[in-house]
């Protein structure tokens, strides 16, 4: 099973990677994305991975898993949402501010004839 | 437990209470949310003096947030260099917002609000003693510089912040991986228990750890702006305004402040394994984003730009003392770091007011009329440019003097020796070309109104030249206080005992 989340890692990672260097911006916030996906699996498995154990204090249990990852991953969570609406919006307003979805905001028709 | 004892989380809950409180003001008069704003930046002053005072003789103050013994609970450490980087801060923020006063702050909504909450992001990242707690305060100060730096709108400003934006969600992504590694290694994310666990590190984990730590110090280089990873900052801190450009000023030596922290926690002389990881890169690095700023300065085609680029050029003179590493040369560093903060703060606010004074010609090199109060403004320039340049009498050549001296021990001398006096030079020469360019090669105004620049507007720029001028005044008792830091750096047992307490 590491070797499949590893994998599963690895290939959020390359796609998000390879979406960030996008000309677009909507690309970019798509790789971005995966990229946060990747990274809150990643930390998540920090804790190493195990099966029917619980997090807390528990008198029958045979052994624990760490909480403290889950944790970890809920915080990253909530802030990489809040980031990627954040960025969405951004990327309209560049939409609306540019005339187009260049992340370097190509020259306007008017202004390459002026 | 009295007041006195929670000193250490004040300076971050006032920020955010305020923050709140502002939220809900945004409906009242703007003199009323001005004058909250003003207030809690000002009353951040004392906390942050009296933060000085107690860590003064040497003491860590460990806060420990819920009472959750360290290494199991976050804990808040205020020592001399949090408390060094807390005044900074403040004293800067406090300038750029008088500045802000001007109209900056109501060109859009919720200015006063951001202001806060990048504050309390600042403090935070200076005060905690959590690696993940670290990389919250980052967020909170990146998205409140998000929305700081779009304030107001504008394409040139859209398109700046859509990389400055993708670029840091990267960068905290990379963050987030490292700090990942590094707990599933040592099961710790206390700062001070991480670097008594990494140099306890068993072999086969070395090459592990290796790479999270340098990872972590490329996201650390990111927010510095350390070449190669500068390209975000001069377009972004060109086109945002002029008192966000100021309290932005800070925001790089956030970069710098959590290498120095980390890397004297993890990699000091005594760490083991990890001992002298970023002897290698720092150094050169520093040198290579020196020489880049000062060229970008010499071929900057605006007061702005130029800015920008010396901004680039101080956080690599800063980088060259924090990488040398030595006690003096620490000392250096951190004498320099306000002086710069304030001097290229200072920069940035006379920048706009030179461009509103000069109406359509704005702060571009050209040449155009003659500025209304030429000579006053012409006069702050001189002196601002001086702070800038390092030059005598200010405190910028003392910080280069006591840099110099420090690298005569080291095998990088001819390098730091050849690469300061070089940029200093080209510094000077870039400077003088805008000074002249500014006010002397002009032409009479025909039929063009100007508006001179208010005595509002001049007058932080003329507080932060007085602080520069009062860091060259207490030059002896304030490099003597920046040792003290650099001795307290080179001695991180004396924070890992502070904050393990009884559990090491």
């Known amino acids: ?110 202004d390459r004839g002026a | 437990m009295n007041l006195a004892d929670h000193l250490p989380i004040l300076p971050v809950v006032l920020p955010l209470l305020v923050g709140v409180l502002l939220i809900t003001l945004r409906n009242a008069p703007p003199a009323l949310q001005r004058g909250a704003s003003v207030t809690a930046t000002l009353a951040l002053l004392p906390l942050a003096l009296a933060l000085v005072q107690a860590t003064g003789d040497g003491t860590h103050l460990v806060y420990k947030l819920g009472n959750w013994e360290a290494p199991y609970g976050i804990v808040l450490v205020a020592d001399r260099l949090a408390a060094w980087m807390l005044v900074t801060t403040a004293l800067l923020a406090l300038f750029a917002l008088l500045y802000a006063l001007n109209g900056a702050d109501t060109r859009g909504r919720h200015f006063h609000v951001l202001f806060q909450l990048q504050l309390f992001g600042l403090n935070g990242a200076f005060l905690t003693g959590d690696l993940f707690n670290l990389f919250v305060f980052f967020e909170i100060l990146l998205l409140a510089s998000y929305g700081l730096l779009l304030h107001g709108g504008g394409r040139q400003r859209v398109k700046a912040g859509l990389h400055y934006v993708v670029i840091n969600l990267v960068g905290s992504t990379l963050f987030l991986f490292a700090v990942g590694t590094l707990y599933g290694v040592t099961g710790t994310l206390n700062m001070a228990d991480l670097g008594v666990k990494l140099a306890a590190t068993p072999p086969e984990n070395l090459a592990l750890v290796q790479s999270a730590a340098l990872l972590l110090f490329g996201v650390f280089a990111l927010k510095a702006a350390l070449l190669p990873l500068h390209l975000w900052l001069p377009a972004a801190y060109a086109h945002t305004s002029a008192p966000v450009a100021a309290l932005f000023a800070i925001m790089t030596k956030v970069g710098a402040y959590s290498i120095l922290r980390v890397y004297s926690l993890i990699a000091g002389e005594a760490a083991g394994p990890l001992a002298g990881l970023l002897d290698a890169w720092l150094v050169p690095v520093a040198l290579a984003t020196l020489a880049l700023g000062m060229a970008g300065a010499l071929a900057s085609t605006s007061l702005r730009q130029q800015a920008a680029y010396l901004m680039v050029a101080s956080i690599g003179t800063l980088m060259v003392a924090f990488g040398l590493g030595s006690t003096e040369a620490l000392a250096a560093g951190l004498y320099y770091l306000p002086h710069t903060t304030f001097a290229i703060a200072a920069l940035f606010l006379l920048a706009d007011s030179i461009a509103h004074g000069r109406g359509e010609w704005a702060d571009r090199f050209e040449s155009g009329p003659a500025m209304p109060r030429t000579h006053l403004v012409g006069g702050l320039f001189f002196a601002v440019a001086i702070a800038v340049a390092g030059m005598p009498p200010l405190a910028g050549f003392l910080g280069k003097v006591m840099l110099l001296q420090a690298a005569i021990a080291s095998p990088w001398m001819l390098w730091v020796w050849a690469t300061v006096l070089a940029t200093g030079l080209a510094g000077v020469i870039a400077l003088a070309r805008s000074g002249s360019l500014l006010f002397y090669r002009t032409h009479g105004a025909h039929g063009v109104i100007l508006t001179p620049p208010s005595n509002a507007a001049l007058a932080p720029t003329l507080a932060l030249l007085a602080l520069v001028v009062g860091l060259v005044v207490a030059a002896g008792p304030l490099s003597g206080h920046a040792a003290a830091i650099a001795a307290q750096l080179k001695a991180p047992q004396h924070y890992m005992d502070a904050v393990l307490g009884g559990t090491r």
């Open chain 1, 1 to 110: 099973m590491e070797a499949l989340i590893a994998l599963v890692i690895g290939v959020l990672t390359a796609g998000g990677v390879f979406l960030a260097l996008r000309g677009q911006t909507f690309p970019v916030v798509l790789g971005l994305t995966l990229l946060s996906y990747a990274v809150n699996l990643f930390l998540f498995v920090m804790g190493r991975l195990a099966i029917g154990v619980p997090p807390v204090i528990s008198e029958t249990a045979s052994g624990y898993t760490d909480p403290l990852p889950q944790a970890l991953v809920l915080t990253a969570i909530v802030i990489s949402f809040g980031m990627t609406a954040f960025v969405i919006v951004l990327a309209l307003k560049a939409r609306a501010e540019l005339g187009n979805d260049h992340v370097d905001g190509l020259e306007r028709e008017e």
